[in-house]
């Protein structure tokens, strides 16, 4: 069951799309669908992108529900009419410890001199008297286990003797009030009667208004389940209402009423749930099986002996909430839809209440009538969780944090209650001592199903802030370096953060992320990339956590701000590069102009030749320098170009011979840094050999192989010992480039004369 406007586009995200091989292992992959690809159903998901009610709801659907509001309305108006004219004894009552009713307080003149006595007996001129007990404050029949006839009947008496214009109250230790019966009135309903009666009509709305949304058989099911819980609210809320008396046939009516209720809710269920997946092989049985379940049922309740067989209807709840969540666990099975997930886990927990309000209910079936009293409490708080979890199943993906916090602690007040009447009718328990562990155990339950409904049911099981920020970065990295590849570092991204079963890319637009298919999916929209692809793509996420748990709308917002957040530090560091460029360029022209120009003119001003010559490689020197900051990005075959010119000029002034060799398997692009780093280390090293070693023939290597760059410099001169030399500010200057690019580098002494040095950067490839 997915009542939501968007189930379509959660139906169309479950097998039918074709995954990729990726998709079977333990990490997802992504599929690209075009549009003409028939394994998604394109028009389900431009319906799911649809971002305001559709414009059909302006027509009949919106007069419908209008309609039916207004239906609801008057419905509740005649209950209220209804009530108020029922003639009741005024006053707040409550059952003593001998079972007798206690006036707590009245307006009535007559009585409020009598507040705080027990009453006994009441009578009425031409009929018998009626003694009182507990049957007399409790108006419904609903949970009352084995005595169920004779609470009817005595109900049944109250109403006609409260029908006479005067009836005679006798209270315990003498004493008889003449009272004349008067209509309750609107206010004798009581403020519970009102919160009760918003609820009920909320849970009447909602039903309504899921159905017309998307009219299928699995939404009127819902339809049925919120309307016979609704009905169950109002028949709680005019039970609640002041004084004593209840119209004619109430109670038999409340039985009748309550027990179809439920029945129905939970046959409903059963088919909802079978037809939530059509090629499931036990839908038609467990649709065979609520349908015998309601007729057997009615033949009970035809058979007029409905109120001696609480058990036998009770039990048909129970093993159809059973089969429920038989069904939902195969549906899961077929496939691992969160939303089924989710569904299964607050059935089981409905279940599971509802089972142990049954237990505390048959324990107490013998115990006096004021533990009676609190079992009846507990059967009204499960049914308002039961009502609260019917209001929640539509916005779960939604994360009505309120709504969910109300259901559950229903669901644990319930579970409180139920410990309590457990623990006096077993263990024989004083009401402090049951009370006290009752709610000690209670909120120990509290504390494990709130950290289970938040984290496994709709939770934040996502990455940890550390974690997804150093992988925010790491992709804003790598798509600054490959700029095509945004998107599918987006979609990893994402795919880390929610762990779905299933990605898919969709060529369709989409202006803002969000939940479809009850939370079964998360539609994200991806910045267009940097390779020139046109925007109005959509990656759509199936199924977090490996279909344990459903997507909220917190995971949308998060889903926006991790595409929004890696979009703006890509625009960041593009920015700061640009930055860096532009001063870049600064420092190369003020170079060139400035010292370039002084140089210039100093070397045709000198008259030694040799100082000419060393004037006028600066000068080239400055101009690589320049042109190299100007440049901001180098490939590594043009660097070597550039290098082997330089070399080749200042060595063959020298007349000292060069021997080149350069080789690479990728054609990296290096950056600024690596390339000022190497060529002031090659720059260091040939000038090594050219001033210090008297040689006649350098040989420079410089190879790049999986990653890793090899320079190695060699020549044939004097130089001897390298472990024995003082490493000044030149080699000193090589060993410390040689670490801010994360290499290493060593000399050695030839067997055939000269030095070689060897430096290793690994890794150089990824770092460019």
């Not at 586009?9 to 039918?16: E, W």
């Not at 999986?706 to 200057?733: E, I, K, M, N, Y």
Request: contains cysteine; charged residues 15%; proline residues 4%.
């Amino acid at each position: 069951m997915k009542p939501s406007a968007e189930a379509a586009a959660g139906q169309s995200l479950n097998p039918g799309v074709a995954a990729t091989p990726s998709m079977a292992g333990s990490r997802p992959g992504i599929q690209t669908l075009s549009p003409q690809d028939s394994s998604f159903d394109v028009q389900a998901f431009e319906r799911a992108l649809e971002r305001q009610m559709p414009t059909r709801w302006i027509g009949w659907r919106l007069r419908l529900l209008v309609g039916v509001a207004l239906l609801g309305c008057l419905g509740l108006f005649g209950l209220v009419r209804h009530l108020a004219a029922t003639p009741h004894l005024d006053g707040r009552w409550q059952t003593g410890p001998q079972g007798l009713p206690v006036l707590l307080d009245s307006a009535d003149p007559a009585l409020a001199p009598r507040a705080g006595r027990s009453a006994v007996a009441l009578r009425a001129a031409g009929q018998p008297t009626l003694p009182l007990g507990a049957y007399s404050l409790f108006r419904s029949a609903r949970w009352r286990v084995d005595d169920a006839a004779e609470m009817l009947a005595h109900q049944q008496q109250i109403s006609r003797l409260l029908a006479a214009d005067e009836v005679l109250l006798s209270f315990e230790g003498g004493g008889t009030a003449a009272l004349q019966p008067a209509p309750r009135g609107w206010r004798g309903l009581g403020l519970v009667f009102w919160l009760l009666s918003c609820l009920a009509l909320a849970l009447y709305l909602l039903g309504a208004a899921v159905l017309l949304s998307r009219p299928h058989l699995r939404n009127l099911m819902y339809l049925v389940m919120t309307w016979c819980q609704s009905g169950n609210l109002l028949l709680m809320a005019a039970e609640s209402s002041q004084g004593m008396g209840m119209p004619a046939g109430w109670a038999t009516l409340d039985l009748w009423s309550r027990q179809g209720f439920d029945v129905a809710t939970a046959s409903a269920a059963v088919v909802a749930f079978a037809l939530a997946k059509p090629r499931l092989s036990l839908a038609p049985m467990m649709i065979t099986l609520a349908a015998g379940a309601v007729f057997a049922w009615l033949l009970l309740a035809g058979s007029g002996q409905l109120d001696r067989h609480w058990l036998l209807s009770q039990g048909l709840v129970i093993a159809l909430g059973g089969a429920a969540c038989v069904v939902l666990t195969r549906a899961y099975h077929v496939d691992r839809d969160p939303y089924l997930a989710v569904l299964r886990r607050l059935s089981l927990t409905a279940l599971g209440t509802l089972t142990l309000v049954t237990l505390a209910m048959l324990a107490t079936a013998a115990a006096p009538d004021a533990v009676q009293g609190v079992a009846g409490m507990a059967a009204t708080v499960w049914t308002l969780f039961f009502a609260s979890l019917l209001l929640l199943v539509p916005f779960l993906s939604r994360a009505r944090l309120a709504l969910r916090e109300f259901a559950l602690l229903a669901g644990i007040s319930t579970v409180a209650t139920s410990f309590d009447l457990l623990f006096v009718a077993l263990f024989s328990l004083g009401p402090f001592a049951s009370l006290t562990l009752a709610m000690f155990l209670a909120f120990g339950v509290y504390a494990g199903a709130r950290h289970w409904i938040l984290n496994k049911t709709v939770g934040q099981g996502v990455l940890s802030t550390e974690r997804t920020f150093a992988q925010l970065y790491r992709a804003a990295r790598e798509v600054q370096a490959h700029p095509q590849r945004q998107q599918a570092l987006l979609a990893e991204l994402l795919r880390d953060l929610f762990d779905p079963l299933e990605t898919v890319l969709v060529l369709r637009p989409l202006r803002d992320a969000r939940v479809a298919g009850g939370g079964s999916a998360l539609f994200v929209p991806l910045p267009a990339s940097g390779d020139g692809a046109a925007a109005g793509q959509t990656l759509v996420l199936r199924s977090a956590r490996r279909g344990q748990r459903i997507f909220t709308v917190e995971d949308a917002r998060l889903a926006e701000r991790v595409v929004e957040q890696l979009r703006n530090a890509v625009a960041h560091d593009l920015a700061v590069e640009r930055g860096r460029q532009e001063e870049r360029e600064r420092i190369a022209q003020d170079l060139h102009d400035d010292i370039g120009a002084r140089l210039l003119t100093l070397m045709y001003k000198v008259q030694d030749p040799d100082l000419e010559d060393y004037l006028r490689h600066t000068l080239q020197d400055l101009k690589t320098l320049t042109r190299g900051l100007a440049a901001g990005e180098h490939r590594l075959s043009h660097a070597a170009g550039e290098w082997k010119a330089d070399i080749q000029q200042r060595l063959t002034a020298a007349g000292i011979a060069l021997d080149w060799e350069f080789g690479c398997d990728e054609d990296i692009v290096l950056g600024v840094v690596q390339w000022s780093a190497l060529t002031r280390i090659l720059r260091e090293l040939v000038s090594n050999a050219l001033h210090h070693a008297q040689a006649q023939r350098v040989a420079v290597s410089l190879a790049l192989a999986q990653g890793t760059l090899s320079l190695r410099v060699a020549d044939d001169g004097c130089g001897q010992s390298p472990q024995d030399w003082s490493h000044g500010l030149g080699l000193g200057g090589v060993r410390k480039r040689v670490r801010l690019l994360g290499g290493r580098v060593a000399w050695q002494a030839r067997p055939e004369g000269g030095v070689v040095c060897d430096v290793v950067l690994p890794g150089l490839a990824v770092a460019a």
